[in-house]
């Protein structure tokens, strides 16, 4: 089991008060966004106040939308990212805003962000590929994954100066995490997840955050999100290093970086493109973030470098790898194995076999570094030479089958003599075994055996891969669904149903504020004689041309819906009698200036406007709309195209046609 956080030792480092933390708008985001009543209405309200926040919301909510009308609207762009999104990203922005410099002599705070925007590019990139995450959220935790780095570098600048500089002179296997948990009690990985955890990050993504830096530790599903969504930080963080390393490095990370893909289900070219999608969106963000100008390398030249580029050493199989294999063997598809020797003859006899097989092979020359090759080339078939140290190997297959991706491994032991060293290592979790020398005949029976268990395990893996895509794709016609029952479709106005919820919503906030409630209802006049003379294409022509004109003229903070036919409903909150009125005029007078084309006739449109506010007559938001549907009737009775907001007594019962249909 995953050896929980030290919550004791988070809370002793944060009552230092020097953890990194949001400031101004993105703090104030953060309470409110905690009330699980809070309307859309307010929260767009508190981010107009920063205009650079702003920006790149709308941005964010382009990007990710994948839609083809461009959000324009604060308004719009917190319906499409979705609130939790919205305080994730308030969160990484003003992080991004506040800690760009800092004493920490040994960490590199402008290349820190430019990593962590562009792991938040890539994860949003990658979310079409997966299907497990909305892009907008993985955007979020791709630019907040690293953030325990900065913190250890914020409370601690002179002795994680110190820290950085002895990992980079470390012996291979002493890696940094290692030295943080010696020297503050706490990885930065742990305490990265602490934080996210306290600013009330999901579990499913402050999990992944976690272990992305060290897998083989994590306790994850298969086939569950939090596996997911770690391989996607495994492959953003590797994406982010080719981005900012040296051309000869990069190189050596572009093969490893297309192995990740492809567990993804990334074929080389989709991830090209991927990268090439992702180096233009980082051009943009890093004008709009005023990070430095890191010009990114030309992913297609990169592309073509194969898994040699890994550092481990590909042994060819029989013909080649791009070769057919003998005309007597099947050739099996993407089957790794890695051969863990000192011996070069049994390494040779084993390779060929297994290339005869039609496996690609890898060979690591000993136990130093081949943990690191695991998760590199993550093989589906291990063969561990026996002779050295039993006892370490028994650790080091241990440490594997913790793992979740490691209990897929068939691991396979080769022995030097028949004696019982064996055992151990059996029982902490080989599969099999042989002893050497092996004869052509019996080795080729034993492969083929680990060979059948492997393509079994990918056989239900791929099942596994088609119920997960097939219960994402569900869930993204669901959301689709539940966002068409909301929309009207002539429109693309949100639908009386819509209207309702947040009808009750806004009802809600103006109790517990104490602030005033609006709102209008408008109609459009004599739409059934422009159904009945020029035919329902014209009045389609003509509500859509009303409804995209209200839209705009409207304050970012009124919420228009479409409820019948020619009838609209605008909820306006925080706002006074006078301000609606001002509001509904507004909008009849530039309703009144548009025209509708049709042959050789032009129609002049106009429309009635009901305005009511809230007072303590009304028992619910059904009475507020009721008192603007009457004044809206009063408007019509009394020419059209005006606004009307005071209705005699006796009027205030002759019609409640909205809300009988909507209310009751």
């Known amino acids: 089991m995953p050896t929980p956080i030290d919550l004791n030792r988070f809370a002793q480092i944060k009552a230092t008060g020097h953890l990194p933390s949001p400031r101004g708008v993105a703090l104030a985001i953060m309470r409110i966004t905690h009330d699980e009543t809070v309307s859309t209405a307010e929260l767009a309200r508190t981010i107009k106040v920063d205009p650079a926040f702003v920006g790149r919301l709308i941005k964010a909510a382009n990007s990710a939308a994948f839609r083809q009308r ?20 308030a969160l990484g922005f003003s992080l991004l805003s506040n800690y760009r410099k800092g004493a920490c002599p040994g960490f590199d705070y402008m290349r820190f962000w430019s990593s962590s925007v562009i792991m938040a590019l890539t994860m949003q990139t990658l979310s079409p590929r997966t299907r497990v995450v909305a892009a907008d959220e993985l955007f979020s935790v791709g630019l907040l994954a690293r953030i325990g780095e900065l913190a ?30 010696q020297a503050f009690a706490m990885t930065h990985s742990d305490l990265g997840t602490a934080m996210l955890m306290d600013w009330g990050i999901p579990p499913v993504f402050t999990e992944p ?17 939090e596996m997911v969504i770690m391989q996607c930080l495994i492959l953003a963080k590797c994406v982010a290093d080719i981005c900012l390393s040296k051309s000869d490095e990069q190189r050596l990370l572009i093969g490893k970086a297309i ?17 090439n999608e992702i180096a233009r969106q980082w051009f943009e963000w890093s004008k709009l973030l005023q990070l430095s100008a890191v010009e990114l390398p030309a992913f297609d030249s990169l592309g073509g470098v194969g898994a040699e580029a890994s550092g481990a050493k590909v042994l060819p199989k029989k013909g080649g790898f791009d070769d057919e294999a003998p005309p007597h063997v099947e050739a099996v598809p993407d089957v790794r194995a890695l051969l863990v020797s000192s011996d070069a003859v049994t390494c040779g006899q084993l390779s060929k076999t297994l290339g005869e097989l039609g496996i690609k092979v890898f060979e690591c020359p000993g136990l130093d ?37 490691g209990r897929g491994i068939f691991i396979l032991l080769l022995l ?23 004869g052509t005949r019996m080795l080729r029976a034993r492969l083929n055996t680990a060979l059948r268990v492997v393509l079994l395990q990918q056989d239900l893996e791929h099942e596994r891969e088609e119920l997960r895509h097939f219960a994402a794709e569900l869930a993204i016609s669901n959301r689709s669904l539940q966002e068409a029952a909301l929309t009207d479709s002539l429109t693309g106005l949100p639908n009386r149903r819509y209207a309702i919820e947040r009808m009750q919503q806004e009802w809600a906030a103006s109790d517990r504020s104490a602030r005033s409630l609006a709102c209008m209802v408008v109609d459009l006049d004599s739409f059934k004689q422009i159904n009945d003379v020029y035919g329902h294409d014209v009045g389609d022509m003509a509500l859509r041309l009303a409804s995209e004109t209200m839209r705009r003229m409207l304050r970012g903070q009124d919420v228009i819906c479409r409820t019948g036919g020619d009838e ?30 049709n042959e050789d006739k032009v129609l002049r449109l106009s429309i009635s406007v009901g305005v009511a506010v809230r007072d303590e007559t009304m028992a619910s938001g059904s009475d507020l709309i009721k008192k603007a549907d009457c004044a809206t009737l009063c408007a019509k009775r009394q020419g059209r195209n005006q606004v009307v907001s005071k209705l005699d007594t006796e009027d205030d019962d002759s019609v409640d046609s909205f809300t009988r249909t909507y209310f009751t």
């Open 70 to 89: 461009a959000i324009v609207s604060v308004q719009e762009a917190l319906m499409v990212v979705g609130i939790p999104t919205v305080r994730a990203m």
């Open 152 to 181: 250890l570098a914020t409370v601690y600048p002179a002795r994680y100066g110190q820290l950085l500089a002895e990992a980079a002179a470390a012996k291979p296997g002493r890696d940094l995490l290692e030295l943080e948990q």
């Open 209 to 225: 955050v976690r272990y992305f830096e060290r897998p083989l530790e994590a306790f994850f599903a298969t086939d569950g999100r």
């Open 259 to 275: 192995r990740l893909a492809a567990h993804l289900g990334c074929t080389r070219e989709a991830f090209i493109d991927d990268c």
């Open 369 to 405: 570094g081949f943990m690191e090759h695991i998760l590199d080339i993550q093989p589906q078939m291990l063969v561990l030479d026996m002779e050295g140290d039993e006892a370490r190997i028994s650790r080091l297959i241990r440490t594997i089958r913790a793992s979740r991706f």
């Open 416 to 438: 030097p003599t028949r004696d019982e060293r064996h055992l151990a290592a059996i029982e902490a979790g080989a599969d099999d075994f042989f002893t050497k020398p092996t």
């Open 568 to 597: 609209f409903l605008v909820i306006c909150p925080e706002t006074s009698q006078e301000e609606a009125i001002a509001c509904g005029d507004r909008l009849r007078k530039e309703i009144e200036n548009l025209t509708v084309t």
